[in-house]
């Protein structure tokens, strides 16, 4: 087909659009809950409640988003409308999130956070969704898709990461007031602005940069009246395929035990192993090594074992490396904090197996566009955006859930707030390792054996192609 092969300009601007959901991540992920209940005095547990709850009504306009993108009129394709639409109003959501009023305080912001929350994700869900879903479309080529898909997830993990060191090392700085940069509020407020920026800039870019790719994209189906009933019987025909289950549900275990790691991150790194926000700043400049790492092996890997293969071999090894060093912390086996050998150690392991999940993340992404070819040989519809959104609707779903299972784990481990690190009992702190590893490792693993169901490989992607009538072109 004339566009098997895509330029790599294309592929750079395509790739720097992940930039802004990398960005919005980090700073859900990571800094939300610390901000927000070390910070602000908000209890923990309410800091979960809004995102768990943002996040579940978020989720449920995905597949809409997705549908209404796949079915989209317009002179710039199905895609791009929605790409310049969001970008100003989730920029400044963005900012709000991050400079609360100052009239209120501790769990009074609640209902602020909360309003927050959701009008970000939603925001940047109508941006998010028809951008990620356009790589079926600039493509049909099984290791192409992969290649393309390297550019975005080096992006998004780049981006992101960069953002989370230079707020570490630059705004969330010890002052006279704050003995710890984690209670720095001022610099969470500066954190909002130079993200805002960042998520516009990303958001433009990719939008102009892929605009001379419409014509080559796949046209909207005819247009037709629809109600309601009928839009979700086509979306659940299309997604009532054995492969898409499978990777429905890895999705689900694996969002689950993301949100766990990512919540509780900060955590592990100031109170479990003792690291400043310097040190903390550089473990976060190190995942740009990472992102390389999987820029380079995922295609790699994917062309020599095939996604599946691929996917399931870095998957076991990305998500039991980094939790195998808190086990051996609990066993005695690791140096104490403060050990001039401790942060060299985690630090190299870090960058191995955040490279892997990088790689995996790809290879996974890469197996969903797969099935868009699939689908049509069983429905006749090219249903990119309903894909798509499908699997950012269950990450957002259950990721709630992986975030008050952090808070739940601080809470079991009677882990105090507003507490210095010095001051934290090491019971608490023990507890918290104890608590975390087989968390996360039993949802990882489970989500691997979910992998091992999906049956698309590269015969059946060119016997499909084949079916369609454009595999000769290939």
């Given at each position: 087909m004339k566009n098997s092969h895509i330029s790599p300009v294309n592929k750079l601007t395509y790739g720097i659009g992940s930039i802004a959901y990398g960005v919005k991540s980090n700073g859900f992920d990571y800094w939300f809950l610390i901000f927000y209940s070390q910070a602000m005095g908000v209890d923990a547990y309410l800091v979960g409640l809004a995102l768990m709850i943002s996040l579940v009504i978020d989720s449920l306009s995905d597949p809409l988003i997705g549908y209404f993108s796949d079915n989209t009129h317009t002179r710039w394709g199905r895609r791009?409308?929605?790409?310049?639409?969001?970008a100003i109003p989730v920029s400044f959501s963005y900012f709000f999130i991050w400079n609360p009023p100052a009239s209120l305080s501790g769990n009074e912001l609640f209902g602020y956070i909360l309003c927050l929350a959701i009008l970000v994700r939603t925001l940047i869900t109508i941006y998010e969704i028809p951008n990620s879903a356009m790589v079926a479309e600039m493509t049909e080529d099984y290791d192409e898709r992969t290649s393309i898909l390297s550019y975005r997830f080096f992006f998004g993990w780049s981006g992101g990461t960069l953002m989370g060191a230079c707020t570490s090392y630059y705004l969330l700085v010890p002052t006279s007031e704050y003995s710890h940069g984690t209670f720095n509020v001022a610099g969470y407020g500066?954190?909002?602005?130079?993200?805002?920026?960042?998520?516009?800039?990303?958001?433009?870019?990719?939008?102009?940069?892929?605009?001379?790719?419409?014509?080559?994209?796949?046209?909207?189906?005819?247009?037709?009246?629809?109600?309601?009933?009928?839009?979700?019987?086509?979306?659940?025909?299309?997604?009532?395929?054995?492969?898409?289950?499978?990777?429905?549900?890895?999705?689900?275990?694996?969002?689950?035990?993301?949100?766990?790691?990512?919540?509780?991150?900060?955590?592990?790194?100031?109170?479990?192993?003792?690291?400043?926000?310097?040190?903390?700043?550089?473990?976060?400049?190190?995942?740009?090594?990472?992102?390389?790492?999987?820029?380079?092996?995922?295609?790699?890997?994917?062309?020599?074992?095939?996604?599946?293969?691929?996917?399931?071999?870095?998957?076991?090894?990305?998500?039991?490396?980094?939790?195998?060093?808190?086990?051996?912390?609990?066993?005695?086996?690791?140096?104490?904090?403060?050990?001039?050998?401790?942060?060299?150690?985690?630090?190299?392991?870090?960058?191995?197996?955040?490279?892997?999940?990088?790689?995996?993340?790809?290879?996974?992404?890469?197996?969903?566009?797969?099935?868009?070819?699939?689908?049509?040989?069983?429905t006749g519809r090219r249903s990119e955006g309903v894909f798509f959104a499908s699997m950012t609707f269950v990450k957002k779903f259950v990721q709630g859930f992986g975030v008050v299972m952090a808070s739940t784990i601080l809470t079991i481990a009677q882990f105090p707030k507003g507490v210095s690190i010095e001051n934290v009992p090491s019971e608490a702190i023990f507890q918290l390792g104890a608590l975390y590893v087989p968390t996360v490792v039993t949802v990882w693993m489970i989500m691997i054996w979910c992998i091992s169901y999906y049956e698309v490989d590269r015969d059946q992607h060119t016997a499909n192609l084949n079916t369609l009538g454009r595999g000769a072109k290939n």
């Amino acid at each position: 087909m004339k566009n098997s092969h895509i330029s790599p300009v294309n592929k750079l601007t395509y790739g720097i659009g992940s930039i802004a959901y990398g960005v919005k991540s980090n700073g859900f992920d990571y800094w939300f809950l610390i901000f927000y209940s070390q910070a602000m005095g908000v209890d923990a547990y309410l800091v979960g409640l809004a995102l768990m709850i943002s996040l579940v009504i978020d989720s449920l306009s995905d597949p809409l988003i997705g549908y209404f993108s796949d079915n989209t009129h317009t002179r710039w394709g199905r895609r791009h409308p929605y790409m310049y639409a969001a970008a100003i109003p989730v920029s400044f959501s963005y900012f709000f999130i991050w400079n609360p009023p100052a009239s209120l305080s501790g769990n009074e912001l609640f209902g602020y956070i909360l309003c927050l929350a959701i009008l970000v994700r939603t925001l940047i869900t109508i941006y998010e969704i028809p951008n990620s879903a356009m790589v079926a479309e600039m493509t049909e080529d099984y290791d192409e898709r992969t290649s393309i898909l390297s550019y975005r997830f080096f992006f998004g993990w780049s981006g992101g990461t960069l953002m989370g060191a230079c707020t570490s090392y630059y705004l969330l700085v010890p002052t006279s007031e704050y003995s710890h940069g984690t209670f720095n509020v001022a610099g969470y407020g500066q954190m909002g602005l130079v993200a805002a920026l960042i998520i516009f800039t990303a958001i433009m870019t990719s939008a102009i940069g892929t605009h001379n790719l419409i014509p080559k994209l796949k046209p909207a189906p005819s247009k037709r009246k629809l109600t309601i009933r009928q839009i979700y019987r086509e979306i659940f025909e299309t997604l009532r395929n054995r492969s898409f289950v499978a990777l429905f549900a890895a999705a689900l275990f694996g969002a689950i035990g993301t949100g766990t790691a990512a919540g509780l991150s900060l955590y592990l790194n100031s109170f479990f192993w003792g690291f400043s926000t310097a040190q903390y700043s550089l473990i976060s400049l190190s995942v740009v090594i990472s992102a390389i790492i999987g820029l380079v092996i995922s295609p790699m890997v994917s062309r020599k074992l095939g996604k599946k293969r691929a996917a399931i071999i870095t998957g076991l090894l990305a998500f039991t490396i980094l939790p195998m060093t808190i086990i051996l912390r609990l066993l005695g086996l690791m140096p104490e904090n403060g050990d001039p050998l401790l942060f060299p150690i985690i630090l190299s392991v870090t960058i191995i197996d955040v490279g892997l999940i990088i790689s995996y993340q790809t290879i996974t992404t890469s197996m969903i566009a797969d099935l868009v070819e699939q689908s049509e040989v069983n429905t006749g519809r090219r249903s990119e955006g309903v894909f798509f959104a499908s699997m950012t609707f269950v990450k957002k779903f259950v990721q709630g859930f992986g975030v008050v299972m952090a808070s739940t784990i601080l809470t079991i481990a009677q882990f105090p707030k507003g507490v210095s690190i010095e001051n934290v009992p090491s019971e608490a702190i023990f507890q918290l390792g104890a608590l975390y590893v087989p968390t996360v490792v039993t949802v990882w693993m489970i989500m691997i054996w979910c992998i091992s169901y999906y049956e698309v490989d590269r015969d059946q992607h060119t016997a499909n192609l084949n079916t369609l009538g454009r595999g000769a072109k290939n």
